[in-house]
């Protein structure tokens, strides 16, 4: 089946199998690779995109399901060679070891800040409680989606 | 390269990640970015029975699917002596099962495709014919006289007992008993759980027929341990083996086993001339790869009526699973389990332990366990939590009582060990300073009388870590002796290679960081490699927190040589005798005229420009390090719960931390290791757990009945640190990957016994779920 | 761990959809998906056509209207969570809604698609019998509507006919002096509950008027607990009248043993619940 999918602002019209995982789609059409699959139950979050701007777990959804639409992966979060604030506080923060799980917990963690600038430590770990991290014991995730926050508001104040 | 004013960002710096910058781009190299021309996929079926007979195996319904390449069985397999490989505790293990399957999701088949989807349906067109045999679920039962004998393909194999082993004096433990005051005993079972590294493992095995070079991108902790069996096994010659461990998702010791999908894929690959990508999901990874743990323990202390440790004595029964494929130093069939003396000076102590098969994945050692101290931690810091209870004793006073003290290091133990350094009552005491111990015991009365149920736990562990002085430590007869190879290059940047392989510990960073504080080269200007056993130095891998032990020793070894030539050079350019050039932050400077100096930058273009006659040109050396003990990691965990009453539903209020691994290489990175290791102590004690039903059904295969907490869950972690360094370690440092694994569980359980005590509670044997807290006050208010 | 092969279908209106449903054998409805496709990766499932509804307008706003909460068969479990009239009218909807799965599934599974699948540990089965809510139906015949005690048959089953769709859900709009709550037990975010309780009481003149008492995970189906709901028709909202309705919730649950907890420790749960959601909705009812 014929598809038209605009990835992290590029349009790609592409052929797929009807249940071809919308994670596969990324992946292995598109040779996307920065979104992993950790699991088989829709249980660990590695896989998070965003669809027409809002989180989901991409191994479950089909790629037919995102025609039309648009999908963003971690690697939209660069713009012109600059990173995102959620990235560059990741880094800052420690908030990644093996870095499997990044992709999915930048994207969530950066979508609860559109909505709430300056969260919580519980708000943040309500949000990213779909993600799951078996590295960093989430302390320095939180921490770096919250510097994220703070950044994001000293860029747009100066 | 480091000017005069320029700080170098050595040890003790929270440099940032240099891994970072692909990882945080989405542009990691995992096992399953790797992409090669012409590349199929595999997919492997298994065994729905944990212990069946196989009557036939029809594949060629499959075979008959369009996109199948292949089909691929044991008998196969088996006509190139590869239906069985050794494991790396000198047993043997199916690849495909060819008389019997032994386990729940033992591999039966693969099939290579085209693609993974059609892999994946050619699966349910395989046709596998078996008869039902008894399922062995307990190492209770597998003991048995009756119990029908698992490995009927192991010619000596009479019964399901694997090994026997034992260490400290058993009759100086009985005298010590008997003449003891107190003895306090418990019984617990330290349940099967799993790694469960969010990146599951795999592999690309890449035999190029023109050649005969056999490429193998693979999920591993110990390339190069690997590339040996392999050649060993499938009789590739070792020159032509390569094997990349890319990027790794996570390890915990379940990337270290040799998997019958890696040995599968590359049989694959070499026949049909093709790469061959084998990624197994999660099910899979849960049900058949390396286990954790599973420990039947009765432990018993002996003490006196005033609290003095007196005698220790554990015996286990350890659930090995059907095959024995213990990643573990040879000669310890329980790997390090006697350090289960603990942080205490127990003069009388015996371990007993056996080891039997079951219709259950093999493994075992895994999850940050450090070579079984897990179990050995939990036991003892248990133990000493109940202790407390019968004598009517503070916990915390019990354990200073009975430190080893300071001034007693090196310390030799009863069972065998030499601890190197410790201050285990500093740890202690911050600990419970930051807790506000006296405070929390005054609430916790307080509390008590509202009704209110507070508990407050302890553990104090000693940890042993860096495997290990080749006297003692191999696995399958290969030393466990690491190396570091360093280049400088003539522009003064470096290039590190080392044995180890990290899966999220920040090597790429660290080791640079040991370059820098023994050359003065900035670790972004040293590059380490690591992982492909093309180019780096032979080792055993990073597991059992020992990197920093071995290789981080042999990193700073070979910077020294390196710079001893450096001083050479130096003063060949400055024009004065070797004894009168000094070395101090990236410069080498004239004795006494410090001003006449020339930098490490300037030295590493003269190895290539201007060197002496007699001299070799270039500014390299590799070095192996032969640790000359082990190391020993220590602290003091605090946790706060308070549980309730009605629902058995407990909630953790804080968790304090006192870690000591002595010198820390990049802060920022230690604590991050705690506080992974903090959140899977918690995990264990709280909800992780692979059980199985009476016909050995795994109950625990996916991720909705193995439970891992998310951020909602695992509670806020506050650190402290005591930094007592190895005396032995060329930079005084320990190792800290496992520590909070190992010394958090019985932190938590020790909490809610605490808080459960007066009530009569004495034991609950992890996962401690609301269901099973709750039973547990029942049954002792009915009591 | 990937899914069968299978049609895919995606209709732009409720009529072509219900022509699909009519015409095509062994499809299935792909509403929200976060529960369907996970079944269909097991291959516990292999259906030979996916409709995927999505697309179909007029089936994604929760409003009110006449008296009632109408909730359309493809509103998120998030859009629930958010929906300011949700949150000021509906409290026991409004507890219960943040507690369903993960963040993540919360963005597509749908209230509908929910109800339709029917797991027994499903939690807005429980809500909307509690609730006293019904189900509006609609086929190539006609539509019809139901309440949720009928339309929740058995595990995985309901009164759905093979050419029906489930397009909205209604909620009698509670009385003023009336609250709810949803008490969940799960081992973490994400797990099967292993047991929860919607409880909806309210109250006129000081004593309590329509009770409503449902459960989750401790049955083939969300249980009715009519029994505990009886109770309390009449009665002064009073410790003993909740110990007493707890333990008729209790006994009106049929707990399986599993790893979860034992039948005692799950009934016990019920009964626990039960008592502290009816004084928590007591409380902000008065």
């Known amino acids: ?158 | 390269m480091a000017t005069e004013a320029e700080e170098i960002r050595g040890i003790g710096h929270s440099v940032r990640r240099k891994e970072d910058d692909r990882l945080i781009r989405g542009r990691g190299n995992f096992i399953d970015d790797v992409t090669l021309p012409g590349m199929l996929h595999m997919a492997i079926l298994r065994s729905p029975f944990a212990h069946a007979t196989i009557k036939g195996i029809d594949t060629s319904r499959a075979g008959a699917l369009p996109g199948v390449i292949a089909v691929v069985t044991g008998e196969l397999m088996a006509q190139h002596n590869l239906a069985w490989m050794p494991t790396l505790s000198y047993d043997t293990q199916a690849v495909l099962a060819t008389d019997k399957v032994r386990f729940q999701g033992q591999e039966v088949a693969a099939v290579i495709a085209t693609d993974a989807y059609i892999a994946k349906d050619a699966l349910e067109l395989i046709d596998v014919d078996y008869e039902p045999l008894e399922p062995i679920v307990t190492p209770q039962r597998a003991l048995e006289g009756d119990a029908p004998v698992i490995r009927t393909d192991k010619e000596d194999q009479k019964d399901n007992h694997i090994y026997h082993w034992e260490a400290g004096d058993a009759d100086a433990t009985k005298a010590a008993f008997d003449g003891a005051d107190v003895v306090v005993s418990l019984d617990t079972h330290y349940p099967r759980s799993h790694p469960a590294p969010v990146e599951t493992c795999g592999c690309v095995a890449d035999i190029d027929p023109a050649t005969g070079q056999a490429t193998i991108y693979m999920t591993t902790q110990a390339p190069h341990l690997i590339r040996t069996v392999f050649a060993l096994v499938a009789g590739l010659p070792e020159e032509n083996i390569r094997i990349i461990s890319p990027d790794l998702g996570g390890g915990f010791g379940n990337k270290v086993p040799v998997y019958p999908g890696y040995v599968v894929a590359t049989a694959a690959s070499l026949l049909l001339g093709h790469p061959v990508k084998w990624i197994e999901d999660r099910t899979e990874n849960l049900i058949s790869t390396g286990f954790a743990r599973d420990f039947h323990m009765h432990g018993e202390m002996a003490l006196s009526k005033d609290g003095q440790m007196k005698g220790l004595r554990v015996s286990l029964l350890a659930d090995e699973g059907a095959f024995h494929a213990d990643a573990q130093p040879t000669k310890f069939k329980v790997g390090l389990f006697h350090i289960v003396t603990g942080s205490y000076d127990m003069p009388a102590a015996h371990v007993s332990a056996d080891g039997a098969y079951t219709n259950k994945a093999p493994g075992g050692v895994a999850y940050r366990c450090s070579f079984r101290v897990t179990e050995a931690s939990y036991m003892i810091e248990r133990l000493v939590q109940n202790a407390a209870g019968e004598l009517g004793m503070d916990p915390a006073e019990l354990r200073r009582k009975n430190f080893i003290p300071k001034d007693a290091f090196p310390y030799q133990s009863i069972t065998g060990f030499e601890y190197d350094s410790g201050d285990y009552h500093a740890a202690m005491d911050l600990a419970l300073e930051k807790v506000g111990y006296e405070k929390l015991r005054k609430e916790q009365a307080k509390a008590r009388k509202q009704g209110r149920l507070l508990g407050i736990g302890l553990a104090s562990f000693t940890e042993v870590v860096g495997a290990g002085p080749h006297k003692d430590y191999d696995i399958l007869g290969i030393k466990m002796n690491d190396g570091a190879e360093l280049r400088i290059h003539p522009t003064g940047k470096a290039i590190l290679k080392i044995s180890c392989k990290t899966q999220g510990q920040g090597h790429e960073t660290t080791f640079a960081q040991i370059v820098a504080s023994e050359i003065g080269i900035q670790p972004e200007d040293v590059k380490v490699q690591h992982g492909d056993t093309d180019n780096t130095p032979y080792g055993l891998g990073t597991y059992a927190s020992r990197s920093t032990p071995t290789v981080g020793a042999a990193t700073a070894m070979v910077s020294r040589k390196i710079r001893e030539k450096g001083r050479k050079l130096a003063a060949h350019l400055l024009e004065v005798s070797e004894d009168d050039v000094e070395f101090e932050k990236g410069r080498y400077f004239v004795k006494g005229a410090p001003e006449n100096a020339k930098t490490i930058g300037e030295v590493a273009f003269a190895a290539y420009t201007n060197f002496p006659d007699g001299m070799e040109a270039g500014l390299e050396d590799v070095a192996y390090y032969d640790p000359p003990n082990l190391t020993f990691p220590f602290g003091t965990y605090a946790v706060v719960v308070e549980v309730d009453e009605e629902t058995g539903v407990w909630k953790v209020d804080r968790v304090v931390a006192v870690d000591d691994c002595g010198v820390r290489i990049n802060p920022m990175i230690v604590e991050g290791q705690i506080h992974g290791g903090l959140a899977e102590g918690f995990a264990i004690a709280a909800m992780e757990q692979i059980t199985f039903d009476e016909d050995g059904n795994c109950i625990g295969s996916n991720f909705t009945d193995y439970l891992i907490p998310t951020a909602w869950e695992t509670p806020k972690f506050e650190l402290g640190e005591t930094v007592t360094p190895s005396p032995h370690h060329p930079i005084g440092a320990k190792g800290v990957g496992e520590s909070a694994t190992v010394g958090s569980p019985a932190a938590f359980v020790n909490a809610v016994i605490d808080a459960l005590w007066h009530l009569g509670v004495r034991n609950i044997d992890m996962p401690l779920t609301s269901g099973k807290v709750w039973e547990a006050i029942q049954a002792a208010k009915g009591a | 761990m990937l899914p069968s092969r299978f049609e895919y279908h995606r209709p732009g209106s409720i009529e072509e959809a219900l022509g699909m449903l009519a015409e095509l054998e062994d499809a299935k409805v792909l509403a929200g998906g976060q529960s369907l496709i996970p079944v269909l990766k097991l291959r516990f499932a292999a259906p030979a056509h996916l409709v995927d509804i999505n697309r179909v307008p007029g089936l994604d706003q929760v409003s009110e209207a006449d008296g009632a909460l109408r909730i359309g068969a493809l509103v998120r479990h998030n859009q629930m969570a958010r929906s300011e009239v949700v949150t000021a009218g509906y409290p026991m909807i409004a507890a219960a809604a943040p507690q369903i799965a993960d963040p993540l599934v919360r963005n597509l599974g749908s209230v509908g698609g929910s109800l339709a699948h029917a797991d027994p540990a499903g939690d807005w089965g429980a809500v909307m019998l509690a609730a006293g809510a019904s189900v509006v139906l609609r086929s190539p015949r006609g539509e019809r509507t139901m309440p949720v005690s009928e339309f929740l048959i058995d595990v995985f089953t309901t009164a759905l006919e093979p050419d029906e769709l489930l397009t909205e859900v209604r909620v009698p709009m509670p009385p003023p002096r009336s609250s709810g709550t949803y008490l969940k037990l799960e081992r973490k975010v994400g797990d099967f509950a292993t047991v929860a309780a919607a409880v909806q009481l309210e109250m006129s003149n000081g004593t309590i008027g329509r009770a409503g008492i449902a459960l989750t995970g401790v049955g083939t189906k969300n249980i009715h607990a009519v029994d505990a709901e009886s109770s309390l028709a009449g009665a002064k909202p009073t410790e003993a009248a909740f110990a007493e309705a707890g333990r008729l919730a209790a006994a009106a649950a049929s707990p399986v043993a599993d790893v979860r907890g034992s039948v005692e420790y799950k009934r016990h749960m019920v009964e626990v619940f039960v008592r502290r959601g009816l004084a928590t909705a007591a409380t902000a009812a008065a």
């Open chain 1, 1 to 158: 089946m014929q598809i038209t999918v605009t990835v992290n602002g590029a349009e790609k019209t592409v052929d797929v199998e009807p249940r071809l995982l919308l994670v596969h789609l990324i992946r292995e059409t598109l040779g996307l690779t920065g979104t992993h699959i950790g699991c088989d139950t829709t249980s660990c979050g590695a896989c998070t995109v965003l669809l027409d701007g809002v989180p989901v777990k991409s191994c479950t959804v089909f790629g037919v399901q995102a025609d039309g639409r648009e999908v963003t992966t971690v690697e939209g979060l660069l713009t012109g060679g600059v990173l995102d604030p959620i990235q560059a506080a990741f880094k800052e923060e420690h908030g990644l070891q093996c870095g499997f799980c990044t992709p999915g917990m930048m994207l969530t963690g950066k979508v609860l800040l559109e909505q709430n600038p300056a969260p919580t430590d519980d708000e943040v770990r309500w949000a990213i409680s779909g993600n799951i991290c078996r590295c960093t014991g989430y302390m320095n995730i939180v921490k770096a989606i919250q510097t994220a926050g703070r950044m994001m508001a000293e860029s747009t104040e100066g």
